[in-house]
């Protein structure tokens, strides 16, 4: 609780920039919405593929080493790994991302709906990888409403975090992959995680969450995601940034079986 109080207390200029959208900065230091705002528009020319991989990587790596200073220059950040180690091995640091649900709905056999080779971030005509677990639910008549409780599907933060970016404005015929998605950028793990196809996203760039918080209500929305062959999901990935600023995927499956459920 101290180390949620303390980034808390951080983040408080970030999250009032975001709430009224006004920016106001009396130094030469980036916000943490001045980040935000950086990945957002980094994320949207990848992804229109307005810029090129090796730029992206580029500008990225800038982004992700900035948070990792403005955290860690709060001194509110365990900088050690055994100490990160202890936290999401307690059973306590992780919620599971869907209420209601357990790791029994996650797809595929012990997890192996996973393939984390081949995986490029910044380029977007790669194709072939899955560096994700996908979470299904009940939802045979493909609603965006869960059979069982007749209500939509929340998402929810698996751990706390800064929300980075968010897409809203998918439409059934858009070729966006992801569909409605929200960035999280967790500073004690210093890691994003990606939660993709929702149907109404819930949070705001600046954002601070806190593990368990509904962020969305699950939906369909994305290229593939919207065919009726694909179940209702959630696409849930966790991108490592190494110390070159660069991401590395890594599978969430462990962390999905010990977290904390929502009722």
Known sequence: MRIAGLIAAVLLGGINEASSQVITNYSDEPTLYDYCQQYQILYT?????????????????GIMKGLKERFLSSETI??????????YRSGTYFSF?????TATAIGGSHGEGYRGNGFDLFDYNVRGSHPAQDIFV?????????DRTGEPVE???????????????????????GGNWIWVYDPILHGLFYYAH?????????????????????GRSG???????SPTHLHLMYLQIQ?????????TYQWLLTAQLSK
């Open 45 to 61: 020319k990848i992804r229109e593929q307005t810029i090129t991989p090796d730029s992206a990587r580029l500008e990225f790596s």
């Open 78 to 87: 365990p900088s050690d790994s055994l100490q990160r180690d202890s936290l």
């Open 97 to 101: 991302p869907i209420r209601g649900y």
């Open 138 to 146: 009940v939802d045979r008549n493909q609603d965006n409403i869960d």
């Open 155 to 177: 998402v929810l933060a698996m751990s706390s975090g800064l929300v980075l970016a968010i897409e809203t404005d998918w439409h059934p015929g858009s070729e966006y992959r």
């Open 198 to 218: 929702n149907n109404k996203v819930l949070v705001t760039p600046g954002q601070w969450v806190q593990a368990g918080q509904k962020l969305a209500e699950m």
């Open 223 to 229: 290229f593939n995601a919207y065919k009726a062959r």
């Open 243 to 251: 110390p070159n600023g660069l991401p590395l995927p890594l599978n």
